[in-house]
């Protein structure tokens, strides 16, 4: 952005609270309202609300890039539910009448880049809220249409596709003489879009894509994986680059002497189930030096699986999983379990990475790859999700949210909180292309009355996303 400079200074910043600091937008704006009115006095006017207000807008006297003289940024710093703290900020000069607005992210890159899928199905899902970040790229695939990165945005999908037509619009009187053959093609996409505006055209999916991991398509409770998905990734090393996270030239030179070193140690590497070995591996968020821990664990009327710790000293990045050995089966495996005794909540779960869970009483849909994989009992992985859930995304005091979405978030969390504590009976089906996850079966040998396990056929979508089509045997 033009305005900042070496110049901001924001002392309170270091050594405050972070949850004084980015107050919902919400309680923002009932601050800044609620303050007394202006009064007077003998040595004048004393505008108290203009200083409730300056208290939460901080504001910085900064160079306007269009005519070199000194304008205003005013910063407010925010959180939005669902999400994370973010910085609004916007600049006007009063020389030139220039101004501008954007958001940045609060909060520190995140380990790994996201990307979020969602299905317009309605005109109400085109006011959905989109935090989009100066590292994001948008799409819509049914029109090729692509939105490159470029300044930060608090907006919504029919936001985004109105601004797509203002700047497509603005050199079109010119191009229609200079270069007719691209002025009747970019008027064929606006016509679409316009459409899509306008709620002629449904279905429709918007993908954002965020490197940087900073990005977010708003979350309705009890929505399906069809309709709005996330996909965590890693970076690859020229996004890294891009972001400043990495010198490309040094990490080359560090990869080839890793690379060497890691293939020559593959070759004498002993595995044992007695013992946890540690190799070097290659850090996926920053994608420097660091080490890895494994070892193997053997489950009982299952198969060997391996417990893998990650823990990176440059970035402080941390993860846990488990993965599967073994060859992949010509099948992949679904397994019902009937859940309606708190000692159910007991039994080991194994949810591997490719692997969805649905509780259809809870209207709980979690698409592969969610969580990742995790060795846990029944009840830590449905603790883990109502963490996430509930700290990540669910909050009452969201200016975002009116009273029924309101309600409804806390019905469902209500459900989820009452299946944990065993109040609840539901079913928990777990399906994995792979056959890779695992439900512990409490009467082996003989058959669980609770559980049912099917084997099923894999889609050719499935088999895609897997990469199986590419291998050749």
């Given at each position: 952005?033009?305005?900042?400079?070496?110049?901001?200074?924001?002392?309170l910043?270091?050594?405050?609270?972070n949850?004084?600091?980015?107050?919902?937008?919400?309680?923002?704006?009932?601050?800044?309202?609620?303050?007394p009115?202006?009064?007077n006095?003998?040595?004048?006017?004393?505008?108290t609300?203009?200083?409730?207000?300056?208290?939460?807008?901080?504001?910085?006297?900064?160079?306007?890039?269009?005519?070199?003289?000194?304008?205003?940024?005013?910063?407010?710093?925010?959180?939005?539910?669902?999400?994370?703290?973010?910085?609004?900020?916007?600049?006007?000069?009063?020389?030139?009448?220039?101004?501008?607005?954007?958001?940045?992210?609060?909060?520190?890159?995140?380990?790994?880049?996201?990307?979020y899928?969602?299905?317009?199905?309605?005109?109400?899902?085109?006011?959905?809220?989109?935090?989009?970040?100066?590292?994001?790229?948008?799409?819509?695939?049914?029109?090729?249409?692509?939105?490159?990165?470029?300044?930060?945005?608090?907006?919504?999908?029919?936001?985004?596709?109105?601004?797509?037509?203002?700047?497509?619009?603005?050199?079109?009187?010119?191009?229609?003489?200079?270069?007719?053959?691209?002025?009747?093609?970019?008027?064929?996409?606006?016509?679409?879009?316009k459409?899509?505006?306008?709620?002629?055209?449904?279905?429709?999916?918007?993908?954002?894509?965020?490197?940087a991991?900073?990005?977010?398509?708003?979350?309705?409770?009890?929505?399906?994986?069809?309709?709005?998905?996330?996909?965590?990734?890693?970076?690859?090393?020229?996004?890294?680059?891009?972001?400043?996270?990495?010198?490309?030239?040094?990490?080359?030179?560090?990869?080839?002497?890793?690379?060497?070193?890691?293939?020559?140690?593959?070759?004498?590497?002993?595995?044992?189930?007695?013992?946890?070995?540690?190799?070097?591996?290659?850090?996926?968020?920053?994608?420097?030096?660091?080490?890895?821990?494994?070892?193997?664990?053997?489950?009982?009327?299952?198969?060997?699986?391996?417990?893998?710790?990650?823990?990176?000293?440059?970035?402080?990045?941390?993860?846990n999983?488990?993965k599967?050995?073994?060859?992949?089966?010509?099948?992949?495996?679904?397994?019902?379990?009937?859940?309606?005794?708190?000692?159910?909540?007991?039994?080991?779960?194994?949810?591997?990475?490719?692997?969805?869970?649905?509780?259809?009483?809870?209207?709980?849909?979690?698409?592969?790859?969610?969580?990742?994989?995790?060795?846990?009992?029944?009840?830590?992985?449905?603790?883990?999700?109502?963490?996430?859930?509930?700290?990540?995304?669910?909050?009452?005091?969201?200016?975002?949210?009116?009273?029924?979405?309101?309600?409804?978030?806390?019905?469902?969390?209500?459900?989820?909180?009452?299946?944990?504590?065993?109040?609840?009976?539901?079913?928990?089906?777990?399906?994995?292309?792979?056959?890779?996850?695992?439900?512990?079966?409490?009467?082996?040998?003989?058959?669980?009355?609770?559980?049912?396990?099917e084997?099923i056929?894999?889609?050719?979508?499935?088999?895609?996303?897997?990469?199986?089509?590419?291998?050749?045997?």
């Amino acid at each position: 952005m033009h305005l900042l400079e070496s110049t901001i200074s924001m002392p309170l910043l270091p050594d405050a609270d972070n949850s004084n600091l980015f107050q919902p937008l919400g309680s923002t704006v009932e601050a800044i309202a609620s303050a007394p009115e202006a009064t007077n006095d003998e040595q004048g006017v004393s505008d108290t609300h203009a200083t409730e207000e300056s208290q939460i807008v901080q504001e910085i006297e900064s160079l306007c890039m269009n005519c070199r003289e000194n304008g205003t940024t005013r910063l407010l710093l925010t959180s939005i539910p669902y999400f994370r703290e973010i910085v609004l900020m916007s600049f006007s000069c009063p020389h030139c009448g220039f101004r501008n607005s954007e958001i940045q992210p609060a909060s520190e890159i995140q380990e790994k880049g996201s990307r979020y899928r969602f299905l317009v199905q309605s005109k109400e899902d085109l006011n959905r809220q989109i935090v989009k970040s100066e590292s994001c790229d948008c799409a819509f695939p049914s029109i090729s249409l692509e939105i490159p990165h470029q300044r930060g945005q608090l907006t919504t999908i029919e936001g985004l596709l109105t601004e797509v037509v203002e700047d497509l619009s603005q050199s079109q009187p010119v191009r229609k003489y200079s270069e007719p053959e691209a002025f009747q093609k970019i008027e064929a996409v606006l016509a679409k879009v316009k459409e899509m505006i306008d709620g002629k055209v449904f279905p429709f999916q918007v993908v954002v894509d965020d490197p940087a991991g900073n990005s977010w398509i708003e979350l309705s409770p009890g929505e399906s994986h069809e309709k709005w998905s996330k996909t965590e990734y890693f970076r690859t090393l020229p996004q890294n680059e891009a972001l400043g996270l990495v010198n490309a030239d040094e990490e080359t030179q560090d990869g080839e002497q890793e690379g060497q070193q890691g293939a020559d140690r593959q070759q004498t590497l002993p595995i044992s189930n007695d013992e946890i070995h540690t190799f070097h591996a290659t850090c996926p968020s920053c994608l420097r030096r660091c080490d890895t821990h494994m070892k193997l664990v053997d489950i009982p009327h299952f198969k060997e699986v391996v417990i893998m710790s990650t823990v990176c000293d440059n970035c402080g990045y941390k993860s846990n999983e488990v993965k599967t050995g073994g060859e992949i089966p010509p099948k992949g495996k679904r397994i019902t379990l009937r859940v309606d005794d708190p000692e159910d909540m007991a039994r080991d779960i194994l949810k591997s990475e490719t692997c969805a869970l649905t509780i259809p009483e809870l209207n709980l849909d979690l698409t592969a790859g969610t969580l990742g994989g995790r060795f846990t009992t029944v009840e830590g992985l449905l603790r883990e999700v109502f963490e996430q859930l509930d700290t990540r995304v669910f909050s009452e005091t969201s200016d975002s949210m009116d009273p029924e979405r309101i309600e409804r978030w806390s019905t469902f969390l209500r459900g989820l909180q009452d299946a944990i504590e065993g109040k609840r009976a539901f079913t928990l089906i777990l399906d994995d292309p792979l056959a890779a996850s695992y439900l512990q079966n409490v009467y082996a040998p003989d058959p669980d009355p609770n559980m049912t396990i099917e084997e099923i056929d894999r889609t050719e979508e499935q088999n895609e996303d897997l990469g199986l089509n590419e291998i050749n045997v």
